[in-house]
């Protein structure tokens, strides 16, 4: 091996049924498909979003382990992202990983944006770096 985390990955395949229902688990019951992408194996990129009550969006994105044209990831794993209403990027973390054969889910997440301040959204995100 060359050093590459990337060579050599080989992530099961999950359907679009199966990464729903991980989004259900997360509280994710009504969303807008932002994109949805699959190759010779299947499904490798989903990103949903979730409007808030204040203009900012809630963005969740599913990705397999591996290497495609839009991005890398080490490992399959579903991260959130924090939009305020400008469409800029206020926070994020990751909110379920596939290890070792099983989801973790990496919980608990903020609470939704729409009930948090900017400033409350910069702070909890702060915080989480700061793990």
């Given at each position: 091996m060359n050093g590459n985390p990337f060579?050599?990955?080989h992530e099961?395949?999950?359907?679009?049924?199966?990464?729903?229902?991980?989004?259900?688990?997360?509280?994710?019951?009504?969303?807008?498909d932002v994109r949805r992408l699959e190759d010779e194996r299947g499904l490798y990129l989903w990103d949903?979003?979730?409007?808030g009550e204040d203009g900012g969006t809630e963005e969740y994105s599913y990705m397999?382990?591996?290497?495609?044209?839009?991005?890398?990831?080490s490992i399959t794993a579903i991260h959130k992202v924090f939009y305020d209403k400008d469409?800029?990027?206020i926070g994020g973390q990751?909110?379920?990983?596939?290890?070792?054969?099983?989801?973790?889910l990496t919980l608990p997440t903020?609470?939704?944006?729409s009930s948090i301040t900017r400033q409350e959204a910069y702070e909890i995100w702060i915080n989480q770096q700061n793990e």
């Open positions: 060579e050599g990955i099961p395949v999950f359907t679009p049924e199966e990464v729903q229902e991980l989004f259900e688990q997360l509280g994710v019951r009504e969303f807008e949903i979003a979730i409007p397999r382990g591996g290497r495609y044209p839009e991005g890398q990831a469409g800029t990027p990751s909110v379920a990983k596939y290890i070792e054969g099983e989801w973790i903020p609470p939704r944006l």
